[in-house]
Nanobody, 120 residues
Framework: QVQLVESGGGLVQPGESLRLSCVAS????????MAWYRQAPGKERERVGL??????TYADFAKDRFTITRDNAKNALYLQIDSVESADTGIYYC???????????????WGQGTQVTVSS
């Protein structure tokens, strides 16, 4: 079985920084693209950024304060949010394409999400 587990969310004050982590575990033969999504209250889920073999791309809203890094040795993806704002409040999800064997097709997996609340 494959799992994606996010961590690092919580209550933060405006202007602070936050680092979220996502770790993939289980029967992983190959880990493909990984991404961070977020879902604000009452809104649809939107992609924050995407990590592929070509590099990392960001949604327009995320280009200034969001930084995604990846550690392939740890099957991990990180999201740093600087100078958090109330609009950053939401559930942050990790997404990944994973092959469980050489002969399998890639399958999309989602984590359970981690809540980020920005409030003073």
């Amino acid at each position: 079985q494959v799992q994606l587990v996010e961590s690092g969310g919580g209550l933060v004050q405006p202007g602070e920084s936050l680092r979220l982590s996502c770790v993939a575990s289980g029967s992983i033969w190959s880990l493909g693209q990984m991404a961070w999504y977020r879902q604000a209250p009452g809104k649809e889920r939107e992609r924050v950024g995407l990590s592929t073999y070509s590099g990392i791309t960001y949604a327009d809203f995320a280009k200034d304060r969001f930084t995604i890094t990846r550690d392939n040795a740890k099957n991990a993806l990180y999201l740093q949010i600087d100078s958090v704002e109330s609009a950053d409040t939401g559930i942050y999800y990790c997404n990944a394409l994973i092959w469980v064997s050489e002969r399998s097709s890639a399958r999309e997996y989602w984590g359970q999400g981690t809540q980020v609340t920005v409030s003073s």
